[in-house]
């Protein structure tokens, strides 16, 4: 396997263990990678898709040794791409890159919307091997969307297939009454972060979010990517590739 390395990034021609369908319209590919035991929950890599200029980003769900696991919903060229990956396939793959969750030893609260689960069940498994106390509650639109992979403790489906009927949004409130978490970490489209900051703020909870922006260079120097957040008062930019993707809920100004 080539690796190059240069100040800021690390370039390797990796090979595709596996790729699988685990739900009606997500993929599993594992990829063997030697920096694979460095990447923490949160942190993320960058793929090159064939063909196409900008490499795609995307969260680590799983490591085991020198395997990583994305998780990842088709969506345009770039998915359809890795899609297509064959085991033993060679793959172009850049990371990992990001600031992950800063774990905390507390009772967690870990909520994944959507194939924002992938993340949030990367995080689940090193609290599990810490022995730490945890809840992990999922959202997904139906049950044909679950992956089939990912364990919740509990889920909620929009059309009521699977789970709870509705959005974990409206459920939120009662499982941190009932589960009282310390901290809770999430992941999914904004709304569903941008809300759970605001009950964070109500239960006066410490709160991580993994944030997603459409990504160009991916390691912060085109600013595609950046967010207002609030630092010592004041309201500065920062780039999620760079900064993020994890930050505190508190510290985001949502929009
Ligand atoms: C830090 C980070 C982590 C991510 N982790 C995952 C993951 O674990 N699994 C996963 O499936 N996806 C993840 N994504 C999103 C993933 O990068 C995009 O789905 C992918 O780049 C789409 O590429 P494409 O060529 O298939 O689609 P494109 O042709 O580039 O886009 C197709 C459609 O998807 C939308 N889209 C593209 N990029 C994003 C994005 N970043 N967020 C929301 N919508 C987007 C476009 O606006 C367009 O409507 C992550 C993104 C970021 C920034
Ligand atoms: S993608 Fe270029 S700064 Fe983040």
Redesign the pocket.
């Known amino acids: 396997m080539d690796v190059l390395k240069n100040k800021t990034k690390k370039i390797y021609k990796a090979k595709v263990s596996r790729v699988e369908k685990i739900s009606s319209n997500s993929h599993l590919i594992e990829i063997n990678l030697p920096s694979a035991e460095e990447i923490q929950p949160g942190q993320f890599i960058s793929i090159y898709c064939s063909g196409l200029t900008l490499r795609r980003p995307f969260s680590v769900y799983s490591q085991n040794g020198n395997t990583i696991g994305i998780m990842f919903k088709e969506r345009g060229l770039g998915t359809k791409y890795i899609k297509s990956l064959k085991s033993g396939d060679d793959i172009d793959v850049i990371g990992p890159f990001g600031n992950g969750f800063d774990i905390k030893n507390k009772k967690s609260l870990l909520i994944g919307a959507g194939i924002g689960a992938a993340p949030i069940a990367f995080l689940k498994s090193k609290l599990d091997k810490m022995k730490q106390e945890n809840l992990f509650i999922c959202g997904f639109l139906n049950k044909n969307e679950i992956p089939n992979c990912v364990n919740v403790d509990k889920v909620y489906t929009d059309d009521g297939s699977a789970g709870e009927k509705g959005s974990v949004l409206n459920y939120l409130g009662a499982v941190i009454n009932e589960y009282k978490p310390e901290i809770i970490y999430v992941c999914g489209p904004l709304i569903v972060l941008r809300e759970t900051a605001k009950l964070a703020e109500i239960f006066d909870l410490e709160i991580q979010v993994a944030m997603e ?1 459409v ?12 967010i207002d957040i609030k630092k010592d008062g004041k309201i500065i930019n920062a ?4 900064d993020g993707p994890v930050f505190s809920g508190k510290e985001v100004v949502w929009q």
């Open positions: 922006k990504m160009a260079c991916g390691i912060g120097v085109c600013r595609g990517c950046v780039s999620v590739c760079k």
